[in-house]
């Protein structure tokens, strides 16, 4: 699977959106980028998932970019309660294999008041 | 609430003793899985069931012994475990299609070895 770099740490004030950058240049075509975050002492949330098309849900949207070697996870209006380290997450689907997901560091991303 | 439980929430162990994790999941899903988190070290992903049958074990030490009776239960069978094997074990489940599906996690057990 394709590696992915993500910044360390950010920060947003609440209220406005949360904009989390994620590069992953070796990136091919048949691998789809995942996002997940992981709350303080809990399990990681899946939040949304993409292939070539901006995708967006309840949660987030995803835009990624037309050579697919970047995409940013965009979180409209940021609260408190979504501090957390986001994980930007690229891989091949087998249905053989299972689902197997590989965790980098994250963003730790951190709302103010 | 995800779907998935894992007991206990909590497990102080000397390094002698034998313990076991459980993790149930309650989606219907047919693959499950172990990952470790240690203090600032990204998520290990340990050992995977698909269809109850064990997929992958990512080099994990034979001090750490997965069970899959059913597709809704999980163990990691611990013994003699060494003071590094402290962390955070968490479980996950997926329903397996075409495709992939995305992973539901528990709240995890964190596991002090003394």
């Known amino acids: 699977d394709a590696k992915t770099t993500q910044p360390p740490s950010m920060d947003c004030a609440e209220g406005r959106a949360a904009n989390l950058p994620c590069n992953h240049s070796?990136?091919?075509?048949?691998?789809?980028v995942y996002w997940y975050r992981q709350i303080h002492s809990q399990g990681p949330q899946y939040i949304i998932h993409g292939l070539k098309n901006n995708e967006t849900n309840e949660m987030a949207s995803l835009i990624i970019t037309e050579d697919r070697k970047s995409s940013t996870l965009i979180l409209p209006h940021a609260t408190l309660r979504d501090t957390a380290v986001y994980y930007c997450i690229v891989r091949t689907l087998s249905y053989n294999a299972g689902n197997m997901l590989t965790f980098g560091g994250g963003t730790r991303l951190m709302v103010k008041p | 609430e995800t779907g998935v439980t894992q007991t206990p929430r909590h497990l102080v162990m000397g390094m002698t003793n034998k313990k076991s994790l459980k993790c149930e999941q309650h989606?219907?899903?047919?693959?499950m899985y172990w990952y470790k988190q240690s203090a600032k070290k990204p998520l290990e992903l340990m050992f995977v069931y698909n269809f109850k049958e064990q997929t992958e074990n990512n080099s994990v030490p034979s001090r750490f012994s997965p069970e899959c009776p059913n597709s809704s239960h999980l163990f990691l069978h611990l013994h003699t475990l060494q003071p590094e094997d402290s962390a955070l074990y968490l479980c996950a489940s997926s329903q397996e299609i075409r495709g992939g599906n995305e992973q539901f996690f528990g709240p995890g057990t964190r596991l002090t070895v003394l």
């Open positions: 989606l219907g899903h047919n693959a």
């Open positions: 070796t990136i091919s075509g048949n691998e789809y």
